[in-house]
């Protein structure tokens, strides 16, 4: 069947609206009307070249919501109207130590929701700007927010679990101080989700403006990062940081901040590398620097979960499907507070 899109045939051409194939529910299967999709930094790197290995056509979109229209005959875990989400994974090998481990993420041959070597055509998957999209039903999460939240919901499926699983795996919760470097698409969930996990959370901004935004979203603290006696005083108080910034930046101011055995974990991904930090920042106090790249599939389920029961989802600004090139220089220039959501019944207008 053909369905529409919004994607871009070059790296140099804007994002325009596309007619795009998608295969039929196989037995394993789920066909999902695509609600909402929201509007990941990921998507403009891949989608104007600037990561390795872009095909085109690039449809873009990893933070899907809709319901449930059609499953495949052996489908048991879901039904025709579920309300549901897919996230940046939509196979894996199946077999491997990760995905036994329900760490697909982690799969040599985990395959991405968009940009990934795929049978169906056009040979690559295509992502979330679009009507409808058939999913492996190990890879489609149950959404229990109300309906009415979904679009808000579309963001946890990166946005979300990208900083729930750091945060669960070095044990975020009371006792634990725990500091969310940049306050945009990322850093605001880590806030919302630190605060609820019960640690005490020091929000770092760039910027005296966001002050209150980071308070409002649940910090205790704020540092404005360009302040050096602020800096200063948070010198071997934290426990854990999730940077969340996606252009390079000096790692050692923040190195400092961690105590002996604490662990900054690099989240956001920019397009050219961070400085070298310095060796003894980290051998001095044991500290650590760190990766992770958002979660399995049972660890993004358990943070669908988590959130629904926390009354947690983003903070969204929606947009028409027409309106996403402005969008992406608004993203750039950190006009949006705090991602955008793509209402895909726009798509068709």
């Known amino acids: 069947m053909t369905v529409k899109a919004y994607g871009a045939h070059a790296g140099d051409q804007p994002l325009e ?60 875990g879901y039904q025709v ?29 985990m395959i991405g929701t968009y940009n990934s070597p795929t049978p169906d055509a056009p040979g690559h998957t295509l992502g979330g700007y679009s009507e409808q999209i058939v999913v492996h039903e190990r890879f489609v999460l149950r959404v229990r927010h109300p309906r009415e939240q979904l679009a808000a919901v579309a963001p946890l499926l ?4 990208t900083t729930y699983s750091p945060l669960r795996h070095w044990n975020a919760g009371p006792g634990k101080t725990v500091g969310v470097v940049g306050i945009g698409g990322l850093g605001h969930m880590a806030i919302k989700l630190a605060r609820a996990m019960g640690a005490h959370v020091v929000a770092f901004t760039t910027s005296e403006s ?7 979203l649940g ?46 974990v690099l989240v956001g991904a920019p397009s050219s590398p961070h400085p070298s930090p310095q060796v003894f920042n980290l051998i001095m106090k044991r500290r650590a620097l760190a990766g992770s790249m958002i979660g399995g599939i049972p660890e993004t389920q358990e943070m669908l979960d988590f959130c629904a029961e926390h009354g947690i989802v983003a903070d969204i600004e929606m ?17 949006v507070k705090y991602r955008f959501v793509i209402d895909s019944a726009t798509l068709a207008a």
Not at 225 to 254: C, F, G
């Open 17 to 76: 609206s596309m007619d795009i194939p998608r295969r039929a529910a196989g037995a394993h299967d789920v066909q999902i009307a695509i609600a909402y999709c929201g509007v990941c930094h990921s998507d403009l790197h891949q989608v104007r070249g600037e990561w390795a290995g872009t095909v085109y056509p690039c449809v873009p979109g990893h933070e899907i919501v809709g319901t449930v229209t059609a499953v495949g005959a052996h489908v048991t």
């Open 158 to 161: 990166c946005a979300g679990i």
């Open 219 to 264: 910090a205790h603290e704020v540092v404005v990062s360009r302040d050096p006696a602020a800096m200063a005083a948070q010198v071997k108080r934290l426990d854990l940081i999730v940077n969340t910034v996606a252009v390079p930046h000096d790692l050692d101011a923040y190195l400092t901040l961690l105590k002996r055995d604490g662990t900054m």
């Open 210 to 216: 966001k002050r209150r935004d980071a308070e409002a």
């Open 81 to 109: 109207g579920d309300l549901v989400g897919v996230g940046c994974m939509v196979d894996s090998c199946k077999g491997c130590e990760d995905c036994e481990a329900g760490l697909e993420n982690y799969c040599d041959g």
């Open 319 to 335: 947009i028409r499907a027409d309106e996403i090139n402005a969008a992406y220089e608004r993203m750039l220039a950190g006009d």
